[in-house]
């Protein structure tokens, strides 16, 4: 089935069932970036297509997946939030999500100069979450950033509110801490966030919200080839927003997939999520992009969906029996998970014990 066939709404290459332009640059939303500070697992890569390219950024390695796509995984010690992306189609360039550091978003502009001849035209953005957005502020109105409608609406609501709050922080609780830490993790972690959070109070850092939108899906014509955008509402988010070139079977996720590690459920629905991935599944790729991790494939998403079910049917049956679902451990898992490592899975579980009484 090709979701792209209905859309009749014409401009020169850009075709997309529902346009908005806004030209209003707002702030976005903050998820605090250490949510994201997963461990990467480095599996064995099977992508004999793939390369690893030369290029030096201490926040990312950079991959060219085919002719036309490269991805920028995110490397272990420096993370940089989430992965990002880029795409020559010919005659436009394409950025995946733009990370959660300026200074990574920085190198993605040089990577996108040493490999294409083409400056960024546009930026897709995945959703809604900060440690994908902060390096829209890099640039100017000269590139187009585009979303779904839905994710527009959470940078409008959500992400001004967070953006706010994390504005007016006392910081002096965290340099007070940094300063008697010694476990060296934990004095990166701050700093990261210390980082994170000086940029945003800096005078000269203007997040971009995006300016062009779409309701259900979005194709870029390029000369050498085309790409595809479609949501899904109500996921990992409200509105994610995956990134598809169909030529070349390369598939950017965005945090639909948390390639080998607890996927953040608290901003979205786990059937909802399932059922997205589900339609994931049954498009022809043979390499994903995820927000968070390694590349990955299709049995990336498979095994997601079966963590989603396994942690809900985990916490209902705490509930039925009376018992708190945070008390669940990471050994209640199945194998395939006991390796999984991140602060996640107690905030799903937070997360989930409300969920599930509501529902
Ligand atoms: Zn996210």
């Known amino acids: 089935m090709n979701f792209f066939n209905n859309y009749s709404l014409h401009i020169p290459n850009l075709y997309c069932h529902t346009l908005e332009s806004r030209s209003k640059l707002i702030y976005g939303k903050i998820i605090i970036r250490k949510l994201f500070q997963v461990p990467i697992l480095r599996k064995f890569m099977a992508f004999d297509f793939v390369k690893k390219l030369d290029f030096d950024s201490e926040f990312f390695d950079l991959y060219k997946l085919s002719e036309s796509a490269y991805a920028a ?66 640039f100017d109105v000269s590139t187009q950033i585009m979303t779904s409608d839905r994710t527009l609406r959470s940078i409008q609501t959500e992400g001004r509110k967070r953006f706010k709050e994390f504005k007016s922080m006392d910081l002096t609780e965290m340099e007070e801490s940094l300063k008697n830490e010694t476990d060296e993790q934990k004095i990166w972690e701050i700093e990261y966030d210390l980082k994170f959070l000086k940029t945003i109070r800096s005078e000269n850092f203007s997040l971009r919200e995006p300016n062009i939108t779409f309701k259900e899906g979005c194709v870029i014509h390029g000369d050498k080839s085309s790409v595809q955008m479609r949501t899904f509402s109500k996921a990992h988010t409200d509105g994610d927003v ?8 390369i598939l950017f996720a965005g945090d639909l997939l948390f390639a080998n590690n607890h996927p953040w459920l608290g901003s979205g629905d786990p059937e909802g999520w399932i059922s997205a991935n589900n339609e994931i599944i049954e498009l022809d790729f043979k390499v994903a992009v ?70």
């Open 290 to 359: 995820p927000g968070h991790g390694t590349l990955a494939t299709k049995e990336d998403f498979s095994l997601e969906n079966k963590y989603i079910r396994e942690i809900v049917d985990l916490a209902k049956k705490k509930i039925e029996t009376g018992e708190d679902p945070t008390q669940i451990k990471k050994e209640d898992f199945s194998s395939e998970f006991q390796s999984w490592e991140s602060p996640i899975l107690e905030m799903n579980l937070k997360f989930l014990a409300e969920f599930l009484k509501k529902s």
């Open 73 to 138: 995984i995110s490397k272990e010690k420096y993370e940089m939030g989430g992965n990002a992306g880029f795409i020559d189609i010919g005659d436009y360039l394409i950025m995946i999500d733009s990370t959660g550091d300026v200074d990574a978003a920085k190198d993605l502009q040089k990577a996108v100069a040493q490999y294409s001849e083409n400056e960024p035209n546009f930026i897709v953005i995945t959703h809604y979450h900060m440690d994908h957005l902060m390096g829209t502020s890099l």
């Open 242 to 249: 995956i990134v598809y070139i169909p030529e070349e079977g």
